[in-house]
C-alpha cells in the first residue's frame, strides 16, 4: 500500500474506527489462552455447581449451562473463528488469483472453460451446498481415524468447504483485471522483450491487481466468518469441545429466555467482526481507489 493510499485510510473515520475495532477483537482473541492460565480456568471444565453464574471477580462475563466462565470461551471462540476467516479468505484468494491471472493472460479455450468452470460453482445456491458437503462423513470417505476423529479436524474441513466454494468471486475479478492489464504498453513491451508468461503474469499483472485482490479478500474474511457461524450453529461446523462463536450460539438457543447472554456476547461479537471487515473492505477500496471515493461525493448543485 502506497504512502497516499495509507493517508486517504487514516482520514477515513469509518476505516480507521473498524481497524481499531478489528485490531482490539484480534487481540482479546490471541491473549484467550494466556488469560485461562493466568487465572486457573480451563475453557472445558465443568462444574455444575456454577451453572448460569452472574458475573464476578471469578467469571467476569458469568458462566454457561455447563458452569464454564464465558469470557475465556469467547476469546478461544474468536481464535478458531477468525483463524476460520483469514485461512479460507487467503485459500479463496490464492485458488481465485491462479485461475484468473490464467485466464485473463491466456484466454481462448482456458478462459473459456475456467469461466464456465465459474459461472457453474456461482449458480449452485452456497448454504445448502456447504450443508451438504459439512454433513458428509469423512470416515466413509477414506480418511483415517486418527484425521477424521482429531478436534481440529473440523477447523481444516471448514476451512476447505468454503474455499472449494468461494473462490469464482476472486477469479473473476482478477480475470478483469488481467484483461484490462494485459492491454497496456508495459505488458505489451514485456512480451515483446521474450518474457515468459509465468514471469509476466508473476512479476507484471499481479502486483498491479493486488489492491482489487486485497480488498475482496478483507470482505471475504467477514463473509467466511458470517458462513462459519451457520454452520457451526446448524451443528455442522466447528464440533465441540472446540469453542467457536457459532457453536456458543447453538448451545445458547434453547437457554435464551433463561440466560440471554450467552446468546448475546457471541452474537454480538459476529455482528461487530462481520460489520467491521465490510466497513474496512470499503475504506480500502476507497483508499486504493480514489476515484471510488470520488465517486461517492455528490455534484455541487
Do not use: C
Request: no cysteine; proline share 7%.
Amino acid at each position: 500500500m502506497t504512502g497516499g493510499a495509507l493517508r486517504r485510510l487514516r482520514h477515513n473515520p469509518i476505516g480507521m474506527a473498524s481497524l481499531v475495532v478489528l485490531g482490539a477483537i484480534a487481540a482479546m482473541s490471541i491473549a484467550g489462552p494466556w488469560v485461562a492460565t493466568a487465572f486457573g480456568i480451563h475453557a472445558s471444565a465443568v462444574d455444575l455447581f456454577a451453572r448460569f453464574g452472574p458475573p464476578s471477580i471469578a467469571h467476569p462475563l458469568g458462566s454457561d449451562e455447563l458452569g464454564r466462565d464465558l469470557m475465556v470461551r469467547l476469546m478461544l471462540g474468536g481464535r478458531v473463528s477468525l483463524s476460520i476467516g483469514f485461512a479460507a479468505a487467503v485459500t479463496t484468494a490464492v485458488i481465485g488469483t491462479l485461475i484468473g491471472l490464467l485466464a485473463g493472460f491466456r484466454g481462448g479455450r482456458i478462459d473459456a472453460f475456467a469461466m464456465r468452470m465459474t459461472d457453474g460453482v456461482i449458480a449452485l445456491p452456497l448454504l445448502p451446498l456447504l450443508i451438504i458437503l459439512a454433513a458428509l462423513d469423512p470416515s466413509k470417505l477414506g480418511l483415517p481415524d486418527w484425521i477424521s476423529k482429531s478436534e481440529s479436524f473440523s477447523l481444516y474441513r471448514i476451512t476447505f468447504i468454503i474455499a472449494l466454494a468461494g473462490w469464482p468471486t476472486t477469479a473473476r475479478l482478477v480475470r478483469a483485471t488481467t484483461l484490462s492489464l494485459k492491454q497496456r504498453d508495459f505488458i505489451q513491451a514485456a512480451v515483446a522483450a521474450g518474457f515468459g508468461p509465468w514471469r509476466i503474469m508473476l512479476r507484471h499483472i499481479l502486483p498491479n491487481a493486488a489492491s482489487p485482490i486485497l480488498v475482496a479478500t478483507t470482505l471475504t474474511i467477514g463473509n467466511v466468518i458470517l458462513l462459519e457461524s451457520a454452520l457451526s450453529f446448524l451443528g455442522l461446523g466447528i464440533q465441540p469441545p472446540i469453542p467457536s462463536w457459532g457453536n456458543m450460539l447453538t448451545n445458547a438457543q434453547e437457554l435464551i429466555h433463561q440466560a440471554p447472554a450467552l446468546a448475546l456476547w457471541p452474537g454480538m461479537l459476529i455482528f461487530v467482526t462481520v460489520i467491521a471487515f465490510n466497513f474496512l473492505g470499503d475504506a480500502l477500496q476507497d483508499a486504493l481507489d480514489p476515484r471510488s471515493a470520488a465517486m461517492k461525493v455528490p455534484a455541487p448543485g
